[in-house]
């Protein structure tokens, strides 16, 4: 990785969240894939309500998603297909990036956290569903540009209020 400076790093990890956010709230999913590593770890864990013997509140063996490059291109694939039909339309999403913090830097690699406000509506209703969480990643710098190698997303609800997770975070 070639030399620059903290602020340098934290401008273009920005900018790798807004894209991101603005290819998953227009459903270009195939553009979204192009931002994830091959290598990508993608997990939401469920919450519980005790803490574990980590103390983290999280299980370590139930997820919401646990997918690898593999099932994420597959879900993709489903969604751009006409069998997509669990969600007709599909549920239109707003993302709120923020507290945007990039940690230690290794390599090619880099630590972030972030948190995130995702508003979700579905069919005709009123009102949204709103899910929050914190979004433990590494970016990884491939041919000069940042791709998603790992993200923990670590929602604040024990319940999501959604039929299932069928939107990525």
């Not at 297909?81 to 239109?92: G, I, L, V």
């Not at 579905?122 to 990884?140: F, Q």
Request: net charge neutral.
């Amino acid at each position: 990785m070639t030399e620059k400076t903290q602020e340098q790093v934290e401008r273009e990890c920005a900018c790798f969240y807004y894209r991101e956010a603005e290819l998953l709230d227009n459903a270009e999913f195939s553009g979204w894939l192009g931002l994830v590593h091959r290598d990508i770890d993608y997990r939401v864990p469920v919450r519980t309500t005790r803490h574990n013997r980590e103390g983290s509140g999280f299980s370590t063996k139930a997820y919401f998603m646990q997918e690898d490059f593999g099932s994420l291109k597959m879900r993709v694939d489903r969604l751009a297909s006409p069998y997509a039909w669990a969600e007709n339309p599909r549920t239109r999403t707003r993302r709120m990036v923020g507290n945007i913090r990039t940690g230690i830097l290794s390599g090619d690699e880099l630590q972030v956290a972030t948190n995130l406000v995702v508003f979700c509506h579905r069919g005709d209703a009123s009102t949204p569903l709103i899910l929050t969480c914190e979004r433990k990643d590494v970016l990884r710098e491939q041919a000069g540009k940042w791709k998603l190698a790992s993200r923990l997303a670590l929602l604040d609800t024990t319940v999501l209020g959604l039929e299932s997770l069928s939107i990525f975070l």
